[in-house]
């Protein structure tokens, strides 16, 4: 089964850092971009960042660029976002997807493979 899992979503003060993961099985993980995105409460989904299969190219979003940083270790099947000084506003739930479809760069209209999300809450 093709999937992708995400954890280490936790509630954290603004100022504060998060390191999500993303694990994949059934499928050649180290072919294939790896995506974030988020969806805040009551928003549209946003995407966050993305992460060429290897290695070679990454992209953020304006709003988080400087203080996320997105990598992979392909060795571990296996993406993560490191998140640094949080803000309210990253307050989302935060998906990991793959398989991207028309797709300009690193950013796409549509991914086919979806993560059940992850709940990041910053608050003071």
């Known amino acids: ?5 995400e954890s ?21 993980f ?5 995506y974030w995105i988020r969806q805040a409460p009551g928003k549209g989904r946003e995407w966050v960042s993305g992460i060429g299969f290897d290695d070679a190219m990454t992209d953020y979003a304006e709003s988080v660029k400087g203080r996320f940083t997105i990598s992979r270790d392909n060795a571990k099947n296996t993406a993560y976002l490191q998140m640094n000084n949080l803000k ?12 991207g479809n028309n ?10 493979v979806w993560g059940q999300g992850t709940q990041v809450s910053v608050s003071s």
């Open 103 to 112: 797709c300009s760069g690193l950013k796409c209209k549509a991914y086919d």
């Open 1 to 5: 089964e093709v999937q992708v899992v």
């Open 30 to 34: 180290s072919s294939y971009d790896i």
């Open 88 to 99: 309210t506003e990253d307050t989302a739930v935060y998906y990991c997807a793959t398989w």
């Open 8 to 28: 280490g979503g936790d509630l954290v003060q603004p100022g504060g850092s998060l390191r999500l993961s993303c694990v994949s099985s059934g499928f050649e």
